[in-house]
């Protein structure tokens, strides 16, 4: 059969594709090892380092009078040794001067309590050593090797919304991907296998045919509430007046019916808490009710007394319904309607909430919500993604194939990102002709479209390779590279028009189209897949404070700390602030129960709504719920977590691994009378092994004592009145959140630096490197004249040489001719 040999020969070249995008890696990396030559260039490459101040040479006396006691031949501290390496050609061993200038940077290097410079000599050194490593990048840029690059899950996705107008639940369709450098979009850890080519050609096969309206197939989807929500509040986008349950968007494939089956909490013999009272139970599509019915009562309740599993059945089977919906994408609701005072329905405590049987107060409590179709389906209807595909309509059999064409070209064009030719669509047509003969013309698109969505050239990101040298990408290259880095998609028509035109790389052109981008609501994935990853918003999820410990935490105020937070980023880059707001703005973003949390008044309701921040504590990130709570433990504050995390992810300075074997435990020992966790550090840090890092680390985070395990604001601890006291790496010291956050904007450069680095490598899908380090810096240097604005940081990053140029690659040619047949 015609089509599987062709989506067979699809899933062979996805992954002889891969598997020589990997060699080539491995390749490099083997020979950068062996020997670092200088590599030969062409002089064309855009935005090198901008060179800074002139200052004088890097003193070689003061690295051996400071550095060489530890970082000899015979000691080798750290693995790195300065013997025989004249910091004056720096440039010529800059990965080692790179991993230096991090420690000094940080005030890490000299330790605290050997002898150490004084700090006008120390900045004069590190100045200096920047700019010969500058110097150096600006002789031999390099744009760094980047392997080819598979659309991770999160692109894929949005890929398909993009390009069908169709959102999917792509965690149902593919696995998770494997992280590196924080991120999961890197291009030398998203591999291909066997199970994974299965699970491309499943997901294409059902993406085309929920598209184009062809899938009648019986399916169940379960939507789930979080097993800690309280269910006791307003559900954000619920009608008023209601409480608990869940919001959720299904996609009904035909205009048919559809069951919608509700499970309420019960334990294992079937007892259900709140019968004792009538509930309402409604649920409504797009707002509008369409199911009302009673739980609970009298009747129910003096059922469930003589036997709880058998009214739990007759419950479950009045929950049922069936429901006639149009074919598209539809907003769910399941909720209660709220009972007032009168009605004798005592609200959870706060701290009640949780789902605890024996401390349910009267809520019966939603678990989950099935919805099984279709049933009885009468056709594909009007759906958002068939009136995007379908852009024309034959009146007459002779018409359908130049129809198709046009249809499935376009789809095409945007899929591989550039123009399509003859030979791209002779396969693609060959599909549709087989299916419009064994079908109708909607199956033969169907089957057209199919073959696209498993093509490597829409799966994965391929750039052709330069004969000699670096050179720059192409103007369709940079249309990927640039939606991508924005957008987590693919370029819609204006970028891909430009691109074509040969006119994206003109600078006036790229700026406006980089500023467009960042207004479109697209670059809210710099939000979600950016921020969310480097200030570890994603491990909100699966933090689960303990509730003897923390009673108030609850899945509301989890999702209150993730909306804060990203709405929080999302304002900096639409109003293009400045980045050092995102340490020190005066405002943030509450509902109602996160105002309660931090104790800002007069807020009411689940709408979200920005207020002006009264005292100084919570300015910024590190005053947020989201930040204090991954950096904490389940039963406790973590100075240690809080004080890497800002050494990694604000500082960029980041400590080293613990040694092997090191206990890493903090336990109050029997016995003994109750200590602080500052008291256990103290305790802990008198292990010479220890005491290096922490001495760093340690003072950072008793700056943040004072917000508990899920941030809110206390004066004492368990033995005693908290100390917020600490100290940077340089010395200075710092008093509680508002002393940690001036002293780090007092070092400003260094977290501009940081979100530079961070954002690069997002940008890149590869690490950032010792020979990018000179990029970073330039970036920041020059954001600093426009008050270091986002987009100032992001057109930096743009204009950059690793971001416009590419690599030559000995046997690239081979890896692209792959994606060509």
């Known amino acids: 059969m015609l089509h599987r040999r062709l989506f067979w020969a699809c899933g062979c070249v996805l992954a002889l594709l891969f598997a020589a995008s990997i060699r080539l890696a491995a390749d490099r990396e083997d020979a950068q090892s062996a020997a670092r030559p200088a ?56 990965e080692i001067w790179e991993k230096a200038l991090v420690k000094l940077r940080g005030g890490m290097m000299p330790p605290q309590g050997m002898p150490r410079p004084d700090e006008a000599t120390m900045n004069a050194f590190i100045v200096a050593l920047e700019n010969t490593l500058d110097a150096q990048a600006r002789r031999s840029p390099d744009p760094g090797f980047k392997p080819v690059h598979r659309l991770n899950r999160t692109e894929y996705g949005n890929v398909i919304r993009d390009l069908l107008d169709l959102e999917v639940d ?18 030398g850890v998203l591999r291909v296998s066997p199970s994974l080519l299965e699970q491309y050609l499943g997901a294409a096969r059902k993406i085309s045919s929920l598209a184009v309206g062809t899938d009648t197939d019986l399916i169940r989807a379960a939507y789930r509430v979080p097993p800690d929500d309280s269910q006791e509040d307003h559900v954000e986008g619920l009608p008023l007046g209601t409480r608990g349950g869940l919001l959720f968007k299904h996609q009904f494939p035909q205009d048919a019916e559809y069951e919608f089956a509700v499970f309420l909490l019960r334990n294992i013999v079937g007892y259900m808490t709140g019968l004792e009272f009538p509930h309402q139970l409604e649920i409504s599509i797009d707002g509008e009710r369409v199911f009302l019915v009673q739980v609970g009562g009298e009747a129910d309740n003096l059922a469930s007394d003589r036997n709880m599993s058998d009214t739990a059945n007759k419950i479950d089977a009045r929950l049922k319904t069936k429901v006639k919906v149009s074919a598209g994408p539809h907003m769910v609701g399941v909720t209660f309607v709220r ?25 019966p409590l939603i678990t989950h919500v099935n919805v099984t179709g279709p049933y009885n389906p009468s056709g594909p209807g009007d759906t958002p993604s068939r009136r995007r595909l379908f852009t024309c309509r034959p009146a007459k059999a002779a018409e359908e194939a130049a129809c198709a064409r046009t249809i499935l070209s376009t789809v095409a064009r945007r899929a591989y990102r550039r123009p399509v030719t003859d030979a791209d669509m002779a396969p693609v047509m060959a599909l549709y002709a087989e299916g419009r003969k064994k079908g109708n013309f909607e199956q033969g698109v169907e089957q ?26 192409s103007d369709l290259e940079l249309a990927s590279r640039l939606s991508f880095f924005l957008w987590s998609s693919i370029p819609d028509d204006t970028l891909l028009t430009l691109a074509a035109q040969n006119r994206l790389s003109q600078p006036a052109v790229l700026s406006q189209q980089v500023r467009r981008m960042l207004a479109d609501q697209r670059s809210r994935a710099l939000v979600e897949n950016f921020a969310s990853q480097w200030l570890l918003l994603r491990n909100l999820k699966n933090h689960v404070p303990t509730p003897g410990d923390f009673p108030n935490f609850d899945n509301e105020l989890r999702q209150a700390f993730r909306r804060e937070t990203e709405m929080f980023v999302e304002s900096i880059i639409r109003e293009d602030r400045s980045v050092l707001d995102l340490l020190n703005a005066n405002y943030t973003f509450v509902n109602e129960r996160l105002a309660r949390h931090y104790g800002i008044p007069n807020v009411y309701g689940s709408h979200f709504r920005r207020v002006t921040l009264k005292g100084e504590e919570r300015r910024g990130l590190l005053g947020q719920g989201s930040i204090l709570t991954v950096t904490s433990y389940p039963n406790r504050t973590s100075p240690v977590l809080r004080g890497k995390y ?5 500082l960029g300075t980041p400590p080293s691994p613990p040694p092997p074997n090191v206990d890493t435990t903090l336990e109050q020992k029997q016995g003994e009378e109750p200590k602080s966790v500052r008291a256990l550090l103290e305790q802990h840090r008198r292990n010479p092994t220890c005491a290096s890092c922490h001495r760093v680390m340690d003072p950072l985070g008793f700056a943040l004592e004072n917000f508990d395990g899920v941030g809110e604001w206390r004066v004492k601890e368990t033995g005693g009145t908290i100390d917020p006291t600490g100290q940077l790496g340089t010395g200075a010291p710092v008093n509680g959140p508002v002393g940690l956050r001036n002293a780090i904007l007092g070092q400003r450069e260094m977290f501009v630096r940081t979100l530079t680095d961070k954002l690069m490598t997002y940008g890149l899908g590869r690490g950032v490197e010792h020979k990018d380090k000179p990029i970073v810096r330039a970036v920041a240097r020059d954001a600093a004249s426009q008050n270091y604005r986002f987009s100032s940081i992001v057109l930096g990053i743009v204009n950059s040489a690793p971001f416009q140029m590419k690599k030559a690659q000995t046997d690239a040619t081979n890896v692209t001719a792959l994606a060509s047949h």
């Open 39 to 94: 590599a030969a260039v062409q002089r064309t490459e855009p935005a090198a380092p901008v060179a800074p101040r002139a200052t004088a040479l890097p003193d070689q006396a003061l690295v051996q009078k400071y550095c060489s006691t530890c970082h000899n031949d015979r000691a080798k501290t750290g693995g790195i040794s300065f013997e025989g390496i004249a910091v004056a050609e720096a440039g010529q061993h800059s």
């Open 170 to 187: 792509v965690t149902d369709l593919l696995p998770a991907d494997d992280e590196s450098h924080g991120f999961d979009n890197i291009a």
């Open 339 to 363: 009972r007032n005072a009168a009605e004798s329905d005592e609200p959870l405590q706060p701290h009640e909430r949780n789902h605890d049987l024996q401390d349910m107060n009267g809520l």
């Open 448 to 473: 057209g479209l199919r073959l696209v969505l498993t093509n490597p050239k829409f799966i994965f990101r391929t750039e052709t390779s330069s004969a000699a040298g670096n050179a720059k990408v």
């Open 646 to 650: 800002i050494l990694e992810n604000i």
